[in-house]
């Protein structure tokens, strides 16, 4: 463990955390949390304990990023069983229905993922970290209540399939690799395309391999990310505050005057091209993310100097 410091001693940053599975979002927090001895940790989307992969965290000020990078597009590989329902509409759950898939063909088997591609309505899984009425659906679901969850507006980019096996006679499992918008459910993909088939499906495996700009490739386990933050303040699984923001925004240099200006607050010429952007002193340092309102750009989020 770390000597506990200030949080200012350790840079804004993020870190790109291959997330074992067994572990749930908060527990990889806290262990970031442990190992570099600060406080202000947070990551971008959640991942089941089920799940691993991609998992990014947010230290100090870049913490005020992942509220943009959670919103990002995800990709993740999965496990489709068909044969099984589960109440999670996972593996961990329990199994609540079965019915042979002896008879479900290949060619069934795309046409059904195939409906799940596009702009859609999906029902997220009851045991899920959706609220209703403030309360999260999994913990109303384990206290025994009954209650339907509204279908949410998600898009589907592409799934492909890549194997299919029969582990048993009556179960088929379907690898494939999803695209898609946040908010989905890929435990919701597997439960309606087993519904569509008439034999029922979850999840067996879920990895997920990039979000937004960034992937698995990037990503270490967090203790070997934290680490390199809370020591030399760099290395594998480390991206600097700055990087960071250029990596999600398109970038705006500024000019020395723009930059002391912006750090008070104060607005400054439009760049004349909507959206946010990552508003980047000459030294380098992100000053803010800014947009433009009418003739001049304003600050939407401020990075103090560190």
Not at 2 to 18: I, Q, Y
Not at 25 to 47: E, F, P
């Amino acid at each position: 463990m770390s000597p506990r410091k200030p949080d200012a001693d350790v840079p804004p940053s993020l870190l790109l955390v291959d997330k074992p599975g067994g572990m749930t979002s908060h527990d990889v927090v806290a262990i970031a949390r442990r190992v570099m001895g600060v406080r202000k940790v947070g990551h971008a989307g959640t991942l089941d304990p089920m799940a691993t992969g991609l998992l990014v965290l947010g230290v100090g000020a870049a913490t005020r990023l992942l509220g943009y990078l959670s919103g990002s597009d995800k990709t993740y590989e999965a496990t489709i069983r068909l044969g099984q329902r589960t109440v999670t509409d996972d593996r961990e759950g329990e199994v609540t229905a079965t019915a042979s898939a002896a008879g479900v063909t290949e060619d069934a088997v795309r046409a059904a993922l195939a409906a799940q591609v596009g702009a859609l309505q999906q029902v997220p899984s009851s045991v899920s970290a959706v609220k209703v009425d403030g309360k999260r659906s999994y913990d109303r679901v384990r206290a025994g209540e009954e209650f339907e969850l509204a279908a949410r507006s998600v898009t589907v980019h592409s799934i492909d399939v890549h194997r299919l096996a029969r582990p048993t006679p009556d179960l088929m499992d379907v690898d494939v690799t999803v695209s898609c918008s946040t908010g989905t459910y890929v435990r919701a993909i597997a439960r309606d395309a087993g519904t569509a088939l008439g034999v029922g499906g979850h999840l067996t495996a879920l990895r997920r391999t990039s979000s937004g700009s960034f992937s698995t490739e990037q990503a270490r386990p967090v203790e070997d990310a934290a680490g390199a933050l809370a020591g030399p303040g760099s290395g594998p699984g480390v991206v600097a505050l700055t990087d960071a923001a250029r990596a999600v925004f398109p970038a705006r240099e500024l000019t020395a005057t723009e930059a002391v200006a912006l750090g008070y607050g104060q607005r400054v010429p439009a760049a004349g091209v909507p959206g946010l952007h990552a508003a980047v002193a000459p030294d380098g340092r992100l000053v803010a993310l800014v947009e433009d309102a009418g003739p001049l750009a304003k600050v939407v989020v401020g990075f103090p100097p560190g």
